[in-house]
């Protein structure tokens, strides 16, 4: 999917304990030596059903078509289209440039998120003809 690193472990909390939460979690956690100790960090509202819906339509919109190679690099896309982009001035080339903004769970609310996947979303429709997203079910 493009990560820059190793997704996080997730865990939640339920009624009888800490459960592992999502696909990569009870993995992770039986990769974990026994005694190693571990920093948790309360997450606030990200949902991973939203962001599994957005790179399941991302990877359908890319089978679909041969417009890019992979999954990340329509994200990449879709960033600069819908404007979530830093410009900054490269010393190294003397020019402005923009680097697309991240999507990360860290970096980005639930309620962000899903108003960059709404018009993520509409703007792939517009200029590509079809709902990536709708063809699959998603979102």
């Known amino acids: ?13 339920c ?6 939460y999502g696909v990569h979690s009870p993995a992770m956690i039986d990769d974990l030596l026994i005694g190693q100790v571990a920093k948790l960090i309360p997450r606030k509202g990200r ?10 339509g991302l990877q359908a919109a890319v089978a679909a078509t041969d417009a890019w190679p992979t999954a990340s690099h329509l994200h990449a896309d879709l960033k600069r289209l819908t ?4 410009v900054y001035h490269n010393p190294l080339t003397g020019r402005d440039e923009i680097r697309p903004q991240s999507t ?6 639930e309620a962000e998120f899903a108003a960059f ?9 517009e200029r590509m003809g079809f709902d990536a997203w ?6």
């Open 117 to 125: 996947f709404r018009l993520a979303q509409l703007k792939f429709t």
């Open 47 to 56: 949902s991973l059903p939203r962001n599994a819906a957005y790179w399941a």
């Open 134 to 139: 709708a063809r699959e079910g998603h979102e």
């Open 104 to 109: 990360a769970f860290d970096k980005m609310s």
């Open 1 to 13: 999917m493009g990560y820059d690193r190793a997704p996080d472990i997730l865990v939640q909390k």
């Open 15 to 20: 009624p009888d304990g800490w459960k592992p």
């Open 83 to 86: 404007g979530y982009v830093d």
